[in-house]
């Protein structure tokens, strides 16, 4: 004889038979208890949902059906009959005000409820969906509850882990997105200084050959004019003017990776060795240079000219973003290849790297994309041309090389120069590393140079030899500079092609006010000169090596005794 018989279909199932052995059914097999909850507990272990009850507020007596079983899991044993607070204790704090309500007569339902529940002596997170409907007696009262159940742990794990992948999706196709947008102005920025390239190749190339013949016209004009005729300065102005013109060609075929180049061997760290003073000057004292050259040598195949001019106009890139304050750090390092840059794809072999960082303004991301088109500058009228990076740019390129940028705006720019390494030997590596030994000090040299880029340069070679230097960007403020004083100078070092006065004429006023301060002029155009000996100023032909510089300045002193 069961102690709790109920009128169920299958009297053999595990929750009925729970309910005969526990002890409640034994405690009140004789009592009379209300037909509500014989009724009530028929119906749910006949159900093939999960549902439970407790039964009265104070002792909230548990039971529940075989499609709930699998959810109490080690909480199974002893549970049936139970008080419901004391099986599920680990949860209590949760579910205790909700279960107050539904004695109170309220309906109370959870979607997904998170509860840390300790079914097997670890409390692990799992979520539920389940209400809490009161249960009214005849009399209107509320005896118990009744609870439908279901268990959304794994759901709610699979949907989170869903949830994760959707967005680890989301997250690649953004990137990939991304990646190719940028690939994509990569492409455009390239494929731009390409046709750039082509175009103003081409033309540079056309309109020099046209320049040879201006010049070669002048040059034959000029010996035959009638000496004392004034229109020769006519001429003067043509080949001056021709001059310009040829310079701002050079430019563009460096950039176009048309000019001519005289590679040599030389160990790079040589090289940048003995740039040290020149870039220390273009620099400027508030600017500290460092250097971190390899012990091993680094020998580059290259147009040495044209490495060191690619260094001269970085570093005076670098100190205008620095506002002439901050540090600049070059690194030379040998490398396996070179990283893919503006969509070349990656280089093989063994490389030189040359990072020059500097601590400067940074460059902003619509900038970054133009700085190597000539002409292209974010400085004032007279003080960028435009043209430093488009010869950077041209040189690395027809020297099979690459430059690469990186800038943090606001911190700091890095250029990054890649040239081949050669296995030929160094050619004449003693020559390379000094200067001629030239002991300039105590005198101070008038530099008068219009172009930015070559008075940078001007500038630096001169400190480089030990002298001070004042540099006056065009004829007139030279002649303001002696005006002041023309005593502290020991030599004036004059480009001739200026725009209003020229180098000959400044020359020409210097001999006359100031006839015992030597002129040495610079020129690419010699003949201008040297068919006038007339003028008797020293010529230093330009592109002109330190050497040169040197023997120039050396040479003035000892002929004039200063
Ligand atoms: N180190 C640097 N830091 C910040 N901006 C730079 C740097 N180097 C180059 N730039 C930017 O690139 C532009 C082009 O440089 P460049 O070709 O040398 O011409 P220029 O110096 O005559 O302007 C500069 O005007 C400047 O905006
Ligand atoms: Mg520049």
Same mark, same amino acid.
Not at 70 to 82: D, Q, S, T
Not at 434 to 441: N, V
């Given at each position: 004889m069961l102690p709790f018989p109920l009128p169920v279909?299958?009297?053999?199932q595990l929750a009925y038979q729970l309910l005969q052995d526990s002890d409640w059914a034994h405690a009140h097999r004789d009592l009379d208890l209300p037909v509500e909850l014989r009724t009530v507990l028929s119906m749910i272990m006949d159900s093939p949902e999960p549902l439970w009850i407790a039964w $009265? *507020?104070?002792?909230?007596a548990f039971f529940f059906n075989d499609a709930y079983l699998?959810?109490?899991?080690?909480?199974?044993? $002893? *549970?049936?009959?139970?008080r419901l607070d004391v099986v599920w204790a680990d949860v209590w704090a949760d579910v205790a005000e909700a279960i107050d309500d539904a004695f109170a007569g309220r309906h109370r339902s959870f979607k997904n409820l998170r509860l840390m529940m300790d079914r097997d002596g670890t409390p692990r997170e799992t979520f539920w969906t389940f209400s809490y409907s009161p249960l009214r007696m005849a009399h209107g009262g509320v005896a118990g509850i009744i609870c439908a159940v279901t268990e959304q742990t794994e759901q709610v794990a699979e949907r989170d882990l869903h949830v994760r992948q959707v967005a680890a999706i989301t997250q690649e196709a953004r990137e990939a997105h991304l990646e190719l947008v940028r690939a994509r102005e990569q492409l455009r920025q390239s494929q731009k200084l390409e046709a750039m390239g082509q175009l103003t190749g081409g033309v540079a190339h056309d309109f020099n050959n046209l320049l040879q013949v201006i010049t070669g016209s002048v040059d034959m004009l000029l010996p035959a004019w009638p000496a004392g005729?004034?229109?020769?300065k006519f001429l003067h102005a043509i080949s001056g003017a021709s001059e310009r013109a040829a310079r701002l060609t050079a430019q563009l075929l460096a950039f176009s990776r048309r000019q001519s180049l005289s590679p040599e061997v030389f160990d790079a760290g040589d090289g940048v060795r003995a740039l040290t003073t020149i870039l220390a000057t273009v620099l400027g004292e508030r600017v500290a240079l460092r250097m971190a050259l390899p012990e091993r040598r680094l020998p580059v195949l290259l147009d040495r000219s044209q490495f060191d001019t690619a260094l001269i106009n970085i570093a005076a890139n670098a100190r205008d973003a620095t506002n002439g304050t901050g540090e600049v750090t070059i690194t030379l390092e040998p490398v396996a290849g070179v990283p893919a840059v503006r969509m070349a794809g990656p280089l093989k072999g063994p490389f030189l790297a040359i990072h020059i960082r500097d601590s400067g303004a940074g460059i902003e991301a619509d900038v970054l994309g133009r700085i190597?088109?000539?002409?292209?500058?974010?400085?004032a009228v007279g003080a960028g041309t435009g043209l430093g990076l488009s010869q950077v740019f041209g040189f690395v390129k027809q020297s099979e090389g690459e430059v690469d940028v990186t800038s943090v705006p606001g911190y700091g720019t890095t250029f990054t120069l890649y040239l081949p390494l050669t296995d030929q030997p160094t050619e004449h590596s003693v020559d390379m590393t000094?200067?001629?030994?030239?002991?300039?000090?105590g005198r101070t040299i008038l530099v008068v140079e219009d172009n930015a880029d070559v008075a940078d340069f001007a500038v630096g070679a001169v400190a480089s030899l030990g002298y001070g230097v004042v540099l006056a960007r065009n004829a007139e403020s030279a002649l303001d500079e002696l005006r002041k004083?023309?005593?502290?100078?020991h030599a004036v070092f004059s480009d001739?092609?200026?725009?209003?006065?020229?180098g000959l004429d400044l020359g020409l006023a210097i001999r006359v006010n100031y006839p015992r301060l030597p002129v040495i002029l610079t020129s690419g155009y010699s003949e201008l000169l040297s068919k006038n000996p007339g003028h008797g100023f020293r010529l230093l032909k330009k592109p002109y090596s330190l050497k040169q510089l040197a023997d120039a300045l050396a040479s003035v002193e000892t002929s004039t005794g200063v």
């Open positions: 279909t299958s009297p053999a $009265g *507020a104070e002792e909230k699998p959810f109490l899991g080690g909480k199974l044993h $002893g *549970a049936m009959g139970n005729d004034p229109k020769v190597f088109e000539p002409f292209f500058t974010t400085k000094g200067h001629p030994p030239t002991d300039g000090a004083d023309a005593a502290r100078f001739v092609v200026m725009p209003g006065v020229s």
